[in-house]
């Protein structure tokens, strides 16, 4: 009776072990994150940038926010100075676009779906930006002075260039790696 469950805990050791080994083989995906903050240094919640086949896959979660619509973007300027966030530069755009999914002319690579902040002040928007790489390519996120997430005070038309008339800039994140 007392060599049962040494028999049957055996597999379980196994089967732990091999997963710790396979799981640590592979190369991680490039990717980059920010924790995004008020102008007066307050938590506004994270963002992760994930590159893979199709592109980027961009994860925001914002806490602390005015509940509605709020526009979110990537910048084109890794720095976050407050409490404007105007060093932060316009939206990411290396194809030369104007603003706006919903623009003839449009759209920026920076540009993303709003993001609708719940009674208690949280929200989330997963998105693809089609074709964008971190540090490859002609056109990375990542150039000489980097890039951040913004989040805007109200919605984004996803039309009006340059920025969709989203209001000021509520949160700013830098893009970095690790
Ligand atoms: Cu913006």
Redesign the pocket.
Known sequence: MKIIPLFSALPIVLAASACATSSAAPTAAPSVSAKLAAGDGSARGTATVTEAADGLHVLVKGVGLTPGMH?V?I?TIGTCTGPDFTSAGG?WNPTGHQHGKDNPAGMHMGDMPNMQAGSDGTGEIEYVVKGGTISDGANPLLDADGAAI?I?ATADDYKSDP?GN?GG?VACGVLSKG
């Open positions: 526009g973007h910048h939206h913004v805007h920025a989203a800039r």
